[in-house]
């Protein structure tokens, strides 16, 4: 029990439960800074929680390391299509008495 | 390949893509083509049910691009302006459709307690020590690092994020796949910077959940 109130008292009783919600917040910088300390106050007691935040940021850079290429690139016609629009916007203010 | 720039110019900076644009550079606008029409796309996909209406979306885009770039005031960047007309599009193709396809809004998706980790991993108020956990995470410090980095684990992440409901998968994409700021996301995406990072979060704690369920399955 006194190792209990000691625990409390040192993580200012921020639940586990509570920092996993609060972890982007967090990394992105928008947490008040009150908030921030009691989180920060936790995570220097609570190897777990700092385990956690470890595997959050190492799924952060992992998300970084893949990239979008496994979608298929637009079809030859459509961009030969586009190509010739872009031109053609070119041609038309070109003959535009305004232009 | 018809279109060889003619100097390596750096299209990457808008000072030299927006004039040459504006020039009817096709070098330069063939590079923004082979660029963005597959990141533009995936994000229009999250909007409309099928793929032939995501490719309608990019398509109207690129001709808004070729119409508007006259006009654009480079208030912010070529690529969030793209984003932005794409979204415009693609939104209301899919509200058009919702009369009758399911669509995920993106109410639905931030609404409900959705929790980043299973509550049951966490001690319940009867206990002394109530919301702390219960079965806590094992460090991945364990893991090889080629395991860590490996093919098998990359694909983890792709499947995961694949699997995100439509709004988490646009901004986990935008965020951490493709490293943009959350300003540039928010503007691009026209929302709040407070939805962007619960959606972000969700997102996240999804991927983490199915590499933590991929380490432990490998340590048996």
Known sequence: MMFRNLYLRLTGDYPCAQLVE???????????????????????????CEDYLVQFRRTIDLC??????????????ARKELLRAFRDVLADESSDPRA | MPFVPAASADFTDDGVLVPALRRRDQAAFGWLLD???????????????????AAEAVQETWLAVITGIDRFE?????????????????????????????????????DGEERAVDPQRFRDHRDHWP?????PPVAWDEEPEDHLLGRETL???????????????????????QGWDSVEVCNALDI??????????????KVRSALETHFEEDAQ
């Open chain 2, 131 to 135: 919301g702390h956990w219960a079965a």
């Open chain 2, 155 to 177: 694909s983890i992440v792709a499947a995961a994020i694949a699997a995100l409901p439509p709004n988490q998968r646009s901004v986990i994409t935008l965020r951490d796949v």
């Open chain 2, 35 to 53: 660029q963005y029409s597959a990141p533009l796309r995936r994000l229009a996909r999250s909007y409309v049910s099928n793929d032939a209406a």
């Open chain 1, 22 to 48: 609060a972890v982007t917040e967090y990394l992105e910088g928008a947490m008040s800074p009150r908030e921030q300390t009691r989180l920060e106050r936790h995570l220097s007691i609570c190897p777990s």
């Open chain 2, 74 to 110: 480079q208030r912010s960047s070529l690529k969030t302006w793209m984003y932005r007309i794409l979204v415009n599009v693609a939104r209301s193709k899919g509200v058009k459709e919702h009369r009758t396809v399911p669509f995920a809004s993106l109410g639905e998706e931030l």
């Open chain 1, 64 to 77: 970084g390391r893949i990239t979008i290429d496994d979608v298929e690139a637009l079809p030859d016609p």
């Open chain 2, 192 to 205: 709040s910077e407070t939805n962007q990072r619960v959606l972000l979060h969700r997102a996240r704690s």
